[in-house]
């Protein structure tokens, strides 16, 4: 197979994977995206539950909006409100008034319009990434090989390192102990189709003090689930913590009993999503971390700035700003 000498691999089509593939590709740059996922957009996640010929309920079941600090990362965002791609859900969703945008059909909506130009691997699991001859080769779980020029790493910082360290690509220490600093938060999501309409008052967006539920959004209030009162919980890291072994009929009767009032109708399906690596906990302190050696291997997303956003509803911007700054190094190497 003979390789683009300006050909870019992508392990994972996250925003932080998309953005950097959208702004190489649009320099010439002949770009791969892998992600073991079903769907494209990673957190940027959707999910639907048919319950019956009258009644879908769509959940946003990872990020629920974001909020933009950066007038770089503005900028994409006012293209992407000039093009429909995300509007905003409400000024009223955090404790001052500033934008909480969503994406305009449901947040993996982002994600597909991000991915729409892109050659993109769904179901696409890397295992290993080797470097020979100037060039990377990423192997799959599928015994599939992709080869390129560069590569760029975007998973949560646990699962690089434990692909690095499957290939056998040694870090120097003092790079490898800051990686192995980084940290996440868990978060289990139930996503709870509900009878009625919930008691979330509008916008449909709750943060309840004292309780294990971090978050609630009512998604049909948040207008993208018209035929049905699809409702997404967030537990909090520590009842996550506690309860992730648990069995989910468990989990979802003890958050059920302790949402009841602001759920207000009786469920009638449900689903519960383990978030390992939900938002980060402690940062790599950088944008991103590039290596010249073997070969030129970027590792990018929200866990790659300076210090850990104040505000989760800020780490999407920072997963965006990653790539940005991961894709121009690139560019510029
Ligand atoms: C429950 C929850 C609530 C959140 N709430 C908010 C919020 O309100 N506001 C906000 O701004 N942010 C929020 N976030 C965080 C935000 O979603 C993330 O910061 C952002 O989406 C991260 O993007 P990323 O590209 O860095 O990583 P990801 O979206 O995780 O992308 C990484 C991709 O890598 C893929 N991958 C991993 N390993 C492999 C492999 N071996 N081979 C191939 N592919 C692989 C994964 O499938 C994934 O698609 C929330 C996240 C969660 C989970």
């Known amino acids: 197979m003979s390789i683009s000498v300006q050909s870019c ?48 309920g ?3 079941y990872g990020m629920q909006f974001f909020a933009v600090s950066d007038p770089l990362f503005q900028q994409w965002v006012d293209q992407w409100l ?3 791609i995300v509007t905003e859900w409400s000024n009223q969703l955090m404790d001052t008034p500033t934008s909480g945008y969503r994406g305009q059909d449901s947040n993996r909506s982002l994600g597909q319009y ?69 940290t996440y938060y868990p978060c289990i999501s139930i996503l709870a189709l ?41 537990c909090t890291p520590e009842f996550s913590h506690s309860h992730w072994d648990i069995d989910e009929a468990v989990i979802a009767e003890k958050i059920f009993h302790e949402a009841s009032h602001w759920l207000g109708s009786p469920v009638i399906d449900y689903q519960v999503h383990r978030w390992r690596y939900s938002h980060p906990k402690t940062v790599y302190g950088e944008a991103f971390l590039a290596l010249e050696k073997p070969g030129l291997l970027v590792l990018a997303g929200d866990a790659f700035c300076e210090r850990t956003a104040s505000n989760v509803h800020l780490t999407l911007e920072k997963a965006v700003l990653s790539g940005i700054k991961a894709a121009h190094y690139v560019l510029n190497y």
């Open 9 to 56: 691999l992508i392990i994972g089509g996250g925003i932080s994977g998309l953005i950097a593939a959208n702004i190489l590709q649009n320099k010439g740059k002949k770009v791969t995206i892998l992600d073991k996922g079903r769907g494209i957009g990673g957190r940027l996640a959707t999910r639907r539950i048919h319950h019956s010929e009258k009644i879908t």
């Open 58 to 60: 769509v959940f946003d």
């Open 82 to 84: 000039l093009e429909g």
């Open 114 to 182: 991000l991915a729409k130009d892109l050659e993109v691997h769904l179901q696409t699991r890397a295992i290993a990434i080797k470097h020979h001859n100037s060039v990377w080769t990423v192997e799959t779980e599928k015994g599939q090989q992709f080869q390129g020029e560069s590569l760029i790493m975007t998973p949560p910082v646990p699962q690089s390192l434990t692909l690095l360290e499957n290939s056998s690509i040694s870090l120097p220490s003092s790079i490898k102990s800051k990686l192995e600093g980084v």
């Open 194 to 234: 509900l009878e009625q309409v919930s008691f979330i008052a509008s916008p449909g967006w709750l943060r309840p003090s004292h309780s294990s539920v971090a978050a609630i959004a009512c998604n049909h209030k948040k207008d993208i689930s018209p035929q049905g009162f699809a409702v997404t919980i967030h």
